[in-house]
């Protein structure tokens, strides 16, 4: 099926950021025509919550950022469960196809763009067998599917690969599941970039308290499936090839990847993330960028849930005054507020907050880019 309609305004990516966009581009411009498109096959959700609630289990639309019924409401077009697989930046237009199966796709032409596409989990190369079967915590999909893997075994044993704050949130939740968790960490502590050594050295003997076994190997680490009829069929090596832990079940929780394919398809500017200026504009003048696919000046790629927000509301405000000040629709003059120029996004101050079995850490610092990037690397 193939299907061509203007909008005013196209925003791609259904989380913190395209959901702020999408409410700021409506207040901001009444009239505007709006589409809201995102793979995921529901409205944006408070995606923080999601590790925290593992153990807990969480209801289909316990964390909506918005009631479904909260576009119609307001005149927003959604194509949920749709990624968008091809832009034309000079025709302005876009493609999108129903996930999985890709059986339908549609064809649309925008005014303005607002790309919110997020960040992926960062995986290691892996064995095709292994890459099939691991699993991360970043949506709800496959924390759910980790939720059901382990509570389906007597007896499970887990990996986590990363002790950043989603490695040591997985862990405590998995744990408080019944599994037997080990954390495989790269640095001296927890959270390393984030914590100072006491704060570090504190939250370490939490886990191990509670019965988590850290890891701290030789890199890089070497994944193999030993025989599936295993129990423990996942075998984990060091890099000076000695056995770290046999496990059922892996999972990766080593840093996130901005997702860029989508403004590489529209021929944008890309660096670590999509390259924008301080009102959100990406290279094209026409498309603005937020969130965690977003790289502002000086190269910072914020990866924080308010941060993302608070992008999203700007770009989708800019958005929606740029189509409303630029005539030839139906929006056009139709403002309701009296912003008289495109607004720019300030930094917030830098805070992370841990709470693992009932202790709680707390973070101001602003982890040097270098650290991140180690973070980032596999
Ligand atoms: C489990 C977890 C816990 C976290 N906890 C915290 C916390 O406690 N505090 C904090 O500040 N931050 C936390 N973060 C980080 C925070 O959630 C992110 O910074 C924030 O969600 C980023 O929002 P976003 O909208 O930019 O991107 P995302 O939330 O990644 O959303 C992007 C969306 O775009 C969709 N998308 C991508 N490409 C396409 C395409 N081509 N077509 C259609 N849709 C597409 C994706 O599927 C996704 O739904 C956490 C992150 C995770 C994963």
């Not at 000695?242 to 394919?261: K, N």
């Not at 403004?263 to 993330?273: M, R, Y």
């Not at 139709?334 to 930094?347: A, P």
Request: glycine letters at 8%; one cysteine or more; a negative charge.
């Amino acid at each position: 099926m193939e299907d061509t309609n203007l909008y005013d305004i196209v925003v791609v990516g259904c989380g913190a950021a395209g959901s702020a966009a999408v409410e700021a581009a409506r207040m901001q411009a009444p009239e505007a025509s709006i589409l809201f498109v995102g793979e995921e096959d529901r409205p944006a959700y408070k995606r923080t919550k999601i590790s925290k609630a593992i153990a807990s289990g969480f209801e289909r639309t316990e964390f909506s950022l918005q009631e479904e019924s909260w576009y119609a409401i307001n005149n927003i077009d959604t194509a949920f469960g749709f990624r968008v697989t091809a832009v034309d930046a000079d025709a302005h237009t876009l493609t999108f196809v129903s996930q999985p199966e890709e059986r339908i796709a549609t064809t649309v032409t925008w005014r303005k763009l607002v790309l919110a596409t997020g960040a992926a989990p960062v995986l290691p190369p892996l064995p095709q067998a292994l890459r099939l079967t691991s699993l991360h915590s970043h949506d709800i999909a496959r924390t759910e599917e980790l939720r059901s893997r382990v509570t389906a075994l007597s007896e499970p044993v887990v990996a986590i690969v990363g002790d950043g704050i989603l490695g040591v949130e997985v862990g405590e939740q998995l744990s408080k599941l019944g599994a037997t968790v080990h954390i495989i960490g790269k640095g001296q502590y927890p959270l390393e970039p984030y914590l100072n050594e006491a704060a570090g050295t504190e939250i370490a003997a939490v886990l191990v308290h509670n019965g988590i076994t850290i890891h701290r190997p030789v890199q890089p680490l070497r994944y193999s499936l030993q025989d599936q009829r295993d129990k423990r069929p996942i075998r984990i090596e060091a890099g000076d090839g000695s056995e770290i832990c046999r496990v059922d079940t892996l999972v990766f929780c080593m840093g996130f990847r901005p997702r860029t394919e989508v403004a590489v398809l529209a021929g944008l500017d890309t660096g670590a993330a999509i390259r924008v200026d301080g009102q959100l504009h990406t290279s094209n003048p026409d498309i603005y960028a937020c969130g965690d696919c977003a790289e502002h000046p000086a190269g910072r790629v914020t990866h924080l849930w308010r941060d993302a927000q608070r992008q999203g509301e700007i770009a989708g405000r800019n958005a929606a005054w740029a189509v409303a000040t630029m005539g030839g629709t139906p929006s056009s003059g139709r403002l309701e507020s009296d912003q008289t120029s495109e607004q720019e996004y300030m930094y917030q101050p830098f805070r992370l907050k841990c709470e693992v079995f009932d202790r709680y850490f707390f973070s101001i610092c602003r982890p040097a880019p270098a650290a991140k990037q180690a973070e980032l690397t596999p």
